[in-house]
Nanobody, 125 residues
């Protein structure tokens, strides 16, 4: 069983930055693909970014965050990050960290096996 705990959410003005982190338990972290998803009020959970396991050199982003968000991982610390720059009010959501028992990047939420509890990000205009 893998436990995921997100940190770093908060309130920020439009144009500002936040860095989310996700601490993972267990020895297999480096082999798991990891992802960030978000869910805004009244909307479906959506894919934000993902990073490959075993090397972590392949990444994927949803179009709306490309060139603004960066996903990265530190396998020595069992930690996943999401650096969010140039934040917009439409980025407001609860952000979730997820782990997949495969190193391959995938954007569909149903293929992720473990989820964190979420952290709120609010961007004011």
């Amino acid at each position: 069983q893998v436990q995921l705990v997100e940190h770093g959410g908060g309130l920020v003005q439009a144009g500002g930055s936040l860095r989310l982190s996700c601490a993972a338990s267990g020895r297999a972290f480096s082999s798991y693909a990891m992802g960030w998803f978000r869910q805004a009020p009244g909307k479906e959970r959506e894919f934000v970014a993902a990073i490959r396991g075993i090397g972590g050199t392949t990444t994927s982003y949803t179009n709306s965050v490309k060139d603004r968000f960066t996903i990265s991982r530190d396998n020595a610390k069992n930690t996943l990050y999401l650096q969010m720059n140039s934040l917009k009010p439409e980025d407001t959501a609860v952000y979730y960290c997820a782990a997949r028992k495969s190193p391959l990047v995938i954007t569909a939420a149903q293929y992720y096996d473990y989820w964190g509890q979420g952290t709120q990000v609010t961007v004011s205009s």
